[in-house]
T-cell receptor, first 113, second 114 residues
């Protein structure tokens, strides 16, 4: 079956540091890939998406590129802010299966001033 | 638009009790889903629906029932609560129009079963 794996453990950074959160996937077909963000006490919000190989999703300074050859969709940001502190989830789904997301385990990001 | 709403926000049950978690959306989305969030495990799909009257099981359906009589509402029923069902529950909705695939999530219900 399909699965999504994110980097282990919480990430702690200082403000203006570079961020990378790794995400790899195993899929039987050609999925669309997503990053969702969950701020404390809230539900999940879509951060960015990519629907086919080599697509780059971007939003709020975050970027991720759909790499079919390495089955990866790593999240990056050049300069993080305290307000970026949240839990980040990588996920996949398929066209036509809009109600079904497969999530990674989530990565807690804490940014200190 | 209110988006996706869930009630209650918090709930404590005793083992064996039953309850219904409510979910409603006002975006006329065809697709609705229930997920549970457990530490270190991300979100896992419980049940989903592709339209009124049509539901299907997700990854972890045991102990939960759903029905969808209207486009707007998708309640999740726990028939006999167990401590293993202690979790945060999220409802989500999405639409096939526009091809965006985005799921919109409610604020969640934190359930504790003692």
């Amino acid at each position: 079956g399909d699965s999504v794996t994110q980097m282990e453990g919480p990430v702690t950074l200082s403000e203006e540091a570079f961020l990378t959160i790794n995400c790899t996937y195993t899929a039987t077909g050609y999925p669309s890939l997503f990053w969702y963000v969950q701020y404390p006490g809230e539900g999940l919000q879509l951060l960015l998406k990519a629907t086919k190989a080599d697509d780059k999703g971007s939003n709020k300074g975050f970027e991720a590129t759909y790499r079919k050859e390495t089955t990866s969709f790593h999240l990056e940001k050049g300069s993080v802010q305290v307000s970026d502190s949240a839990v980040y989830f990588c996920a996949l789904s398929y066209q036509g299966f809009y109600g079904k997301l497969t999530f990674g385990q989530g990565t807690i990001l804490t940014v200190h001033p | 638009n209110a988006g996706v709403t869930q009630t209650p926000k918090f709930q404590v049950l005793k083992t064996g009790q039953s309850m219904t978690l409510q979910c409603a959306q006002d975006m006329n989305h065809e697709y609705m889903s229930w997920y549970r969030q457990d530490p270190g495990m991300g979100l896992r799909l419980i049940h989903y629906s592709v339209g009124a009257g049509i539901t299907d099981q997700g990854e972890v359906p045991n102990g939960y029932n759903v029905s969808r009589s209207t486009t707007e509402d998708f309640p999740l029923r726990l028939l006999s609560a167990a401590p293993s069902q202690t979790s945060v529950y999220f409802c989500a909705s999405s639409s096939s129009s526009g091809g965006t695939y985005e799921q919109y999530f409610g604020p969640g219900t934190r359930l504790t079963v003692t």
